[in-house]
């Protein structure tokens, strides 16, 4: 049941303990088609799977959240096939001033990281009360919630599975990072729920609600990124396109969206921030002194001159060629990392920003 169905149903039934009690013959009348909500087995079936789920939402500290409560995100109302009932971890306010949708491609690029690590950053340099939505998925997602986390903005992952555990569980880190940083996890499904491939496309529309607007940063000519892009359309949500170049494979999405005028092309935050006619703070301070070239130990420099040799490598590969052990290569590139001197990659690759 989807919240339009819900309001419908509290015109005739203002208590919802009066939906589970009430006569099969009066609830029909009140549903019309061929719907099995109306059947006492049905209702009984679900009140006892209800029972269940609270049990487990108290053991784990779930919170829950029903369409009526203050704290439901209020865009999201907005959809007429918005959940009834979400279930979240963290503490994050849905209902912030300005919240934008991340997603892409689960192949991208070093292009594409780049451009998640700019338009966090600069948005967040840009706007006051900011909130990025994503879907926690390879690709694009991770990096969106990473590029967050570095950049200290509050991040919301919208999951397609309930929170009994973190689908992928490659991400497991990443959400408990998310939560440890002012962030938040969240499903529409119970622990109890199958997770299926439909339940990622039911996801995206809770992506694309939740937000002002949505930006794709890359897609190839089909994916889950487009579904989500046309379900901010069919909301009338701005949706934005990071542009690729003619004839890469993850870019073809993203220039088939501004070729056809389903989304704006963007290449900076201001382009988002202009076109949805938000107030820019760096229109308001001046430009603060940022460090263009940090300062590199030895073993930094080193990997650095490789990076730029070699481009974007494993970590098993720089740590054979500079002949450096692979704890000590790791280490040296999370500080590397921390410094925007490089981006790390699928598949524990790394190149230089």
Same mark, same amino acid.
């Given at each position: ?184 996890? /969240?499903?529409?499904? !119970? +622990?109890?729920? $199958?997770?299926?491939?439909?339940? &990622? @496309? ?89 460090? /263009?070239?940090?300062? !590199? +130990?030895?073993? $930094?420099?080193?990997?650095?001159? &490789? @990076? ?46």
């Amino acid at each position: 049941m989807g919240v339009e169905l819900a309001q419908r149903l509290k015109e005739f039934i203002p208590d919802e303990r009066e939906f589970f009690s009430m006569p099969e013959k009066n609830l029909k009348q009140i549903i019309g088609g061929r719907s099995r909500i109306h059947t006492t087995a049905y209702r009984n079936s679900k009140l006892i799977k209800a029972e269940k789920e609270l049990k487990f939402l108290e053991t784990k500290s779930i919170k829950s959240i029903y369409y009526t409560d203050s704290c439901y995100p209020q865009r999201l109302l907005e959809a007429c096939d918005a959940p009834l009932m979400l279930y979240t971890l963290g503490n994050c306010d849905f209902n912030t001033k300005h919240v934008i949708s991340m997603v892409g491609t689960r192949h991208c690029t070093s292009y594409g990281q780049r451009m998640c690590d700019d338009l966090v950053k600069q948005l967040k340099d840009s706007l006051k009360d900011i909130v990025i939505i994503s879907g926690l998925a390879y690709g694009i997602d991770i990096a969106s919630h990473r590029a967050c986390l570095r950049h200290d903005v509050p991040t919301i992952a919208v999951m397609a599975k309930g929170l009994n555990s973190i689908y992928p569980a490659e991400h497991r880190n990443d959400a408990i990072a998310i939560l440890n940083s002012h962030g938040a996890v /969240l499903t529409e499904y !119970l +622990s109890s729920d $199958e997770i299926t491939k439909g339940n &990622f @496309l039911a996801r995206n529309r809770i992506i694309a609600g939740m937000a002002d607007c949505t930006v794709i940063i890359e897609s190839a000519s089909s994916g889950g990124s487009l579904v989500t892009a046309s379900l901010a359309n069919s909301y009338n949500r701005d949706v934005f396109a990071v542009p690729g170049r003619v004839g890469d494979e993850f870019s073809k999405g993203c220039n088939g969206l501004i070729r056809h005028n389903k989304a704006m092309s963007i290449t900076c935050a201001d382009d988002i921030i202009d076109a949805m006619r938000w107030e820019n703070l760096q229109s308001r301070n001046p430009p603060q002194q940022i460090e /263009l070239f940090p300062t !590199l +130990s030895a073993e $930094e420099q080193k990997i650095v001159d &490789f @990076l730029k040799m070699e481009g974007d490598s494993h970590i098993n590969t720089i740590s054979s060629k500079l002949n450096m052990p692979v704890y000590r290569v790791l280490s040296t590139l999370v500080e590397l990392d921390c410094k925007g001197v490089i981006i790390t990659m699928p598949g524990s690759r790394y190149a230089i920003h």
